[in-house]
């Protein structure tokens, strides 16, 4: 069974980097058949897509965030990471990580999530 | 930017059936995915493109999609039903992973 597991800090200042690690266990993330992805979710809001990454380290984000965020992919760690700069309270959000399929685009696997907060 | 729209909240009485829709333009030609997500918990897949089951998921839950409309059935509808439900598309014209507004699900 696939498991992901976020981790980082649960507190950012404004203008800030947030910083997060993914770690996979159960199947290894140089699996050609997944993308790894990053979704938020503002408290008692929706979900927002963040973007996504290849194990071989192509990328896609979200047209709204692109400025800000970079993905990379650690496939000796079997971990892929999420940078979001210049955070403001509006990024306040529980941040997921979760596998994506390549044929439908599905999220199928997803960690618990992590709350993070932007506030001085 | 493709929008996905869905009615803020549906209600329900146990045993009836619950139809969410989710509605975006030619969504018909689009793979539409659906989670169920309950309070704070992750969102879980609960049907994927358009109609398929994750195993584990009931089949009282299913779904279609056709022109502009897709929908997510929820028959003989239980307590344990009650939650947010969210569709989710991958729009090829802006390669964007997008994720509609979400209907809470109340089951009275």
């Known amino acids: 069974q696939v498991q992901l597991q976020e981790s980082g800090p649960g507190l950012v200042k404004p203008s800030q980097t947030l910083s997060l690690t993914c770690t996979v266990s159960?199947?290894?993330?140089?699996?050609?058949?997944?993308?790894w992805s990053w979704i938020r979710q503002p408290p008692g809001k929706g979900l927002e897509w963040i973007g996504y990454?290849?194990?071989?380290?192509?990328?896609y984000y979200n047209p709204s965030l692109k400025s800000r965020v970079t993905i990379s992919v650690d496939t000796s760690k079997n971990q892929f990471s999420l940078k979001l700069s210049s955070v403001t309270a509006a990024d306040t959000a529980v941040y997921y990580c979760?596998?994506?399929?390549?044929?439908?685009?599905?999220?199928?696997?997803w960690g618990q999530g992590t709350l993070v907060t932007v506030s001085s | 930017s493709y929008v996905l729209t869905q009615p803020p909240s549906v209600s329900v009485a146990p045993g009836q059936t619950a139809r969410i829709t989710c509605g975006g333009n030619?969504?018909?030609?689009?793979?539409v995915h659906w989670y169920q997500q309950k309070p704070g918990q992750a969102p879980v897949l609960v049907v994927y493109?358009?109609?398929d089951r994750p195993s584990g998921i009931p089949e009282r839950f299913s779904g279609s999609n056709s022109g502009n409309t897709a929908t997510l059935t929820i028959s003989r509808v239980e307590a344990g039903d009650e939650a947010d439900y969210y569709c989710?598309?991958?729009?090829?014209?802006?390669?964007?992973?997008?994720f509609g507004g979400g209907t809470k699900l109340t089951v009275l």
């Open positions: 990454i290849y194990y071989s380290g192509s990328t």
């Open positions: 159960g199947g290894s993330i140089s699996s050609g058949d997944y993308y």
């Open positions: 989710q598309v991958w729009d090829s014209s802006s390669d964007r992973l997008v």
């Open positions: 493109d358009d109609s």
């Open positions: 979760a596998r994506v399929s390549r044929e439908f685009l599905e999220l199928v696997y």
């Open positions: 030619n969504i018909g030609s689009k793979s």
